[in-house]
């Protein structure tokens, strides 16, 4: 019945003994981390510097290996500034990306027989030959501009070199445009500087941590959790707005449990408040901001009387939470928050919190927000990259404030276009599961249809891989060598990833499969190296300091440069701002016809009988890439679906009972999902943890389990600012019989 | 030498940090754990209160699963740990059965298995896995007896419970409320 030429490989490999990637592919190799460990062994264990890779953070970590080579414990580094030596769930887990069975073991070329499509595993020299003779064709047929990467993480890093070196630029991640995007913009449009990765928020000083959405200890963003809990030490305020009681919520003073899609009316109230009963910080801003005279003028409507109506929440309350803001002044942050595409205004949110902080001149102060600074790594020498006709920039130039690449702009000039001067005809996917991290499935697989090729590298066979022509199995963090981290942070400092282990199964290591891509492609004098560590040897040299010091320590740890963390009283500063001030007002916002200064507007809301879908985070997950993983699956197998009891019962929903969701557009959900019915969710709405519900049968522990939310997410909300995708307008009614029942899964 | 372990339920995110630490450290099998952590949700909407807290075996000073052993397996050793000989463990159950906090099971190999407060660490003056890797540093260890260590510094000055004082067991972990 699909006649698709990629269609979904669900089956298991072809192949030596036909097994191999399937679910008895256990025992198939030596290393059997289930039969490992009955008592804890005295055997002395070995250790290697590295840094995690199981989220973003990059905590520096000590990877423990066993007499027999397998790494078996992991322990932050203590010297690190990203985690002080202690690893969160997920870091502390990272043995089980290791361990997992379920891994991909072997190259994987897409193959057809008996007119079914499946895999037939191939040798890493085939393999990288057939992509070497597909981007050559491709690249000589339309540009190498049509060859497009979606990564993120550390392999991505070695893609982009090989990419640039074959002279595209065609490239994106998820984390701009379906993630931290819009704060990037909107900090940058008031403060001139991106907020950044680590965020530069001063919370182990905080008086007043104000969290909107943000559900720090959910998302275990390693530093800002020990540091709130430095600042529940210290007695700090909490001041916590969701609609969900998060367990942020449970630790905060106030909790105002606002409508969801309001939180600009109450961002513009609070400014009104600080505004209009005195309470903004006069001097900082009579010395820093531009456009406060027209910020008062904007504001004056913007009563807490007003924003009542709109986000339920109750001026007294409003104001009581703006006074405690000022008491604290300017030891306050309002947290720009990470995951912040949701309604499409996501920009001017940002802007509404970058604004707040200005007010407050939380800016540069202790106890707000610090000046960063990070130390540069040499680039090991190349060749010039070669110029590119069009890339990432073209593709996004609808979005005149876009910053970096976005993947849905990839994607959407993947499907033919007469009209689409930058065709994309092919992808290399690295390091993101682009199925649970991309809204609206039917034009992602629309586009992926359309491709004439697609590579995707990654440890583990995530839903993604299915879609593939050439799967690469890829080495995992503790079996390789990667970048340099450089961090950002109060001081600069670096940190190495050295392979703890030989790479398990037939995996290899992102710089290793890069390398070999490049010189099939003639490429070589771009990866002058014959290991990774010889670059890294040769760039901690020109740093003053050498492979074997940080073999040692793992970390190194630089002096600041760039001067104080914070202004000094009454210092002159220049933001990087055109203005060289705050832009309270945005002339250049206005120029590129957009508001100057940010307007509430009401977005949609769910019709009856559907509740609107929000999701977050678990903190023993990362994504959907770590559901599989034998230590954090063991936590938490399956997301669920939260509930308000006053729904529960008008619907006769019980907790535990399984159930399906049907959205607004008609999209039903593949799998089912257990109820949780709990006072921790407002009525409006119903809430999930992201990154559940897997297609892929080779993902033994997480096939099945729950919904996947993206599945779910239909319908965007596209920022016109920079093209973030707002996920948060999407409504689902809730099925307590099986939709699928008639239908074969 | 009296070692207690000392949980800040006000700092505890519930992240199970502390449950993958004790995994790793301790080999403990995948699909078992020596440490879990428990939620309560109290109030509704919008006036809910929830209490996350990590638990594990609360090495009782009135300890039933010491007394009801029959082969002298479960043992209290200096110190106050409660451990279990898995040489002498027959695997009888009956110490499981006893525990009011639920924190003993058969490990796949027949023997009892259970919190050690890591005693292999703490002979070596390190804390236990589960404090030591703690990302909000909730959690503190130390010997009761000591005035002036942190955990008997904390229960001077901050308001505590323990886990069902009904039982009588004398538990030497503490939350801090």
């Known amino acids: 019945m699909d006649k698709s030429r990629r269609s979904f490989i669900r089956i298991s490999a072809l192949g030596a003994g036909g097994v191999a990637m399937g679910t008895t592919g256990l025992g198939l190799y030596p290393v059997s981390f289930d039969d ?37 414990k992991l322990i932050g580094n203590e010297i690190d500034p990203h985690c002080y030596g202690r690893l969160c769930p997920r870091g502390t887990g990272g043995v089980g990306m290791y361990s997992d069975n379920d891994r991909l073991k072997k190259p994987l070329i897409r193959t057809e027989i008996d007119g079914e499509q499946t895999f037939r595993e191939a040798t890493w020299e085939e393999a990288l030959d057939l992509i070497a003779k597909k981007f050559t064709e491709i690249s000589q047929a339309h540009g190498p501009e049509s060859i497009a990467l979606l990564k993120h993480g550390s392999p991505g890093k070695h893609l982009e070199h090989l990419f640039k070196a074959m002279g595209s630029d065609t490239i994106a991640e998820p984390a701009y445009a379906q993630c931290r995007g819009p704060r990037e913009t909107g900090f940058a449009a008031t ?33 800002q959790v020990q540091e709130m809990s430095d600042a529940i030490d210290q007695g700090a305020t909490i001041i916590t707005v969701d609609p969900r009681f998060s367990t942020a919520a449970s630790k905060s003073k106030y909790w105002l449990p606002i409508k969801p899609a309001t939180d600009i009316a109450l961002l513009l109230s609070w400014m009104h408040v600080l505004i209009y009963e005195d309470l903004y910080d006069k001097e900082y801003i009579d010395k820093y901001a531009l456009g406060f005279r027209q910020l008062k003028d904007h504001v004056r409507t913007f009563t807490p009387e007003w924003a009542y109506g709109i986000t339920k929440i109750k001026p007294q309350d409003i104001r009581r939470t703006a006074r405690e803001m000022a008491n604290a002044a300017p ?83 993947s499907i033919p276009n007469p009209d689409n001067p930058y065709p994309v005809k092919a992808w290399m996917v690295a390091g993101t599961n682009i199925t649970k991290s991309i809204p609206n499935k039917k034009l992602l697989e629309e586009a992926i249809e359309s491709l004439d090729f697609m590579v995707v590298m990654d440890t583990m066979p995530m839903d993604v891989t299915g879609y593939a022509d050439v799967v690469l199995p890829e080495a995992t963090y503790l079996e390789r060598a990667d970048g340099i981290r450089s961090a950002t942070n109060r001081e600069p400092s670096v940190a190495v990833r050295l392979p703890a282990a030989k790479p398990r199964f037939d995996s290899k290591p992102g710089w290793w499969v890069a390398k070999q891509i490049g010189e099939r492609l003639g490429l070589s004098d771009y990866f002058d190296y014959e290991d990774y560590e010889d670059v890294i040897k040769w760039q901690l040299e020109q740093m003053g300091t050498s492979l074997a010091e940080l073999e040692r320590t793992g970390v190194k740890m630089y002096p600041r440069k760039s001067g104080s963390m914070y202004l000094e009283k009454g210092e002159a500063y220049e933001f990087s701002t055109s203005s060289g001030k705050i832009e309270l007002y945005s002339q250049e916002l206005k120029d590129l016809g957009f508001d100057p200064m940010p307007v509430y507007i009401k977005h949609p809301e769910p019709p009856a009988g559907y ?28 997301n ?20 399906w969701l049907k959205n607004q557009d008609g999209v039903i959900s593949d799998f089912s999902i257990k109820v949780r019915v709990t006072e921790r969710i407002r009525w409006d709405s119903v809430y999930m943890v992201h990154g559940f519900g897997h297609t892929n049968k080779k993902l033994t522990r997480a096939v099945g389990k729950g919904i996947n939310d993206t599945q779910m997410i239909s319908s965007v909300a596209v920022d016109p600012i920079m093209g973030g995708t707002g996920m948060r307008g999407n409504f689902v009614s809730i099925l307590s019989e099986n939709p699928h029942k008639t239908v074969e899964i | 030498m009296r070692y207690a372990m000392v949980i800040d339920t006000l ?34 909407y919008p006036n809910v209160e929830l209490e996350l807290k990590s638990e594990r075996c609360n090495h009782c000073e009135n300890a039933p699963c010491v007394r009801c052993c029959p082969t002298g397996a479960s043992h209290i ?33 027949g023997y009892v298995d259970k919190c050690t407060f890591c005693h292999h660490r703490v002979e070596k003056g390190q804390s236990p896995a589960c404090v030591s890797v703690c990302p909000t540093n909730c959690m503190y260890f130390g010997d009761l007896d000591d005035p002036n260590s942190e955990v008997s510094n904390l229960l001077r000055n901050r308001k505590f419970k323990t886990l069902a004082p009904e039982a009588g067991t004398k538990p030497h972990v503490y939350y801090l409320i």
């Open chain 1, 36 to 72: 490992m460990g009955v008592k804890a062994s005295a055997v002395p264990l070995t250790r290697t510097a590295t840094y995690c890779e199981v989220c973003f953070w990059k905590c520096a970590a000590w990877a423990y290996t066993d007499d027999k080579g397998d790494v078996v």
């Open chain 1, 191 to 223: 403060f001139g500087s991106w907020v950044g990765s680590p965020e530069p928020t001063d919370i182990r000083d905080t008086r007043c941590l104000v969290l909107i959405g943000s559900h720090i200890g959910e998302n275990m963003h390693n530093t």
């Open chain 1, 331 to 413: 030891a306050v942050i309002v947290h720009p928050g990470r995951h912040v595409t949701w309604y499409g205004d996501d920009t001017q949110r940002s802007r509404s919190i970058a604004i707040l902080n200005a007010l407050l001149g939380s800016w540069g102060r202790r106890g707000g927000f610090y000046f960063k600074e990070s130390i540069k790594v040499p680039k090991y020498p190349h060749p010039e990259y070669p110029d590119h006709k069009w890339g990432w920039k073209e593709l996004g130039k609808k979005y005149p404030l876009a910053q970096m690449g976005i993947t849905t702009e990839v994607i959407k000039a």
């Open chain 1, 611 to 638: 509740y609107r879908l929000n999701y977050g985070r678990a903190p023993m997950h990362t994504f959907s890439r770590t559901a599989n993983n034998p230590n954090l699956n063991d936590l938490k197998d399956e």
């Open chain 1, 640 to 659: 669920r679906l939260w509930v308000n009891p006053k729904v529960a019962r008008i619907l006769d929903l019980r907790n535990g009972q399984e159930v």
């Open chain 2, 11 to 44: 700092k505890c995110v519930g992240c199970s940090d502390c449950v993958v630490a004790c995994q790793t450290e301790n080999n403990v099998p995948v699909g078992y754990c020596r440490d879990w952590i428990t939620e309560v949700v109290d109030g509704s």
């Open chain 2, 77 to 109: 050793i200096d110190g106050g740990i409660v451990l279990v000989t898995p040489e002498e463990c027959i695997g009888c159950g009956a110490c499981i059965e006893s525990c009011p906090y639920d924190a003993r099971f058969q490990h796949p190999e």
